[in-house]
């Protein structure tokens, strides 16, 4: 009976590699939304410059949303033995995710170019503060992929239970920079 409970209990438990993402992604939608109302109050005590976000952040916010459906279709693919696909839409998704960073760049050009400079009005700095921080994470995400792409073509081919939480761990590194970029880029529509 002991055998049983002790079964059930490791069963329902969260391996701690999880669990420890799980708070650092916790306490980095803390930050955000401290800064979210951060923004909402210095919004409300006036001099704020309205503007249109450049519309390459959207392209931007689709890319990144497509870098996440290529990396799950890569860790499906690993899963059911087909290794080529995972090789493949492994690398996609790095270089989506490279791609994003590049046009966050050029997203801050063009805010630049129509006035809105990271030293200027309030309402453009935290713009800058947002995509920022976020870009930090993202290359943290891009490192993760580095380390499964490495593990992907240097070890042979074997989905092991270690492989596959590893990849579970990136893979949830990845959805969640992609919840809180939606969360972020919404934010700021909604309050223009």
């Known amino acids: 009976m002991s055998v049983a409970v002790s079964e059930q209990a490791t069963r329902n438990r969260i391996h701690p590699h999880k669990f420890a993402l799980w708070i650092a992604c916790a306490s980095i939608t803390m930050m ?10 210095r919004q409300a ?6 503007f249109r976000l450049p519309n390459i952040f959207f392209i931007n916010t689709a890319i990144l949303l497509i870098s996440s459906l290529t990396l799950h279709y890569s860790y499906s693919s690993f899963k059911r033995g087909k290794e080529m696909l995972y090789k493949t839409f492994l690398i996609a998704s790095f270089v ?6 590049v046009l966050q760049y050029v997203a801050w050009m063009e805010l630049y170019d129509i006035g809105v400079a990271l030293d200027g009005n309030p309402a453009g700095s935290f713009v800058y503060v947002f995509s920022g921080f976020h870009g930090l994470h993202i290359l943290g995400g891009l490192a993760a992929i580095i380390v499964a792409i490495v593990h992907a073509f240097a070890l042979k081919f074997k989905p092991t239970a270690k492989r596959k939480l590893r990849f579970e761990l990136t893979l ?6 992609d919840f809180l970029w939606l969360y972020i880029i919404t934010f700021i529509i909604l309050q223009s």
């Open 32 to 41: 955000f939304m401290a800064w979210t109302s951060a923004y909402v109050v």
């Open 45 to 50: 005590a006036g001099n704020w410059l309205e």
């Open 96 to 101: 989506l995710g490279a791609l994003f960073l």
């Open 172 to 177: 949830t590194i990845w959805h969640f920079l």
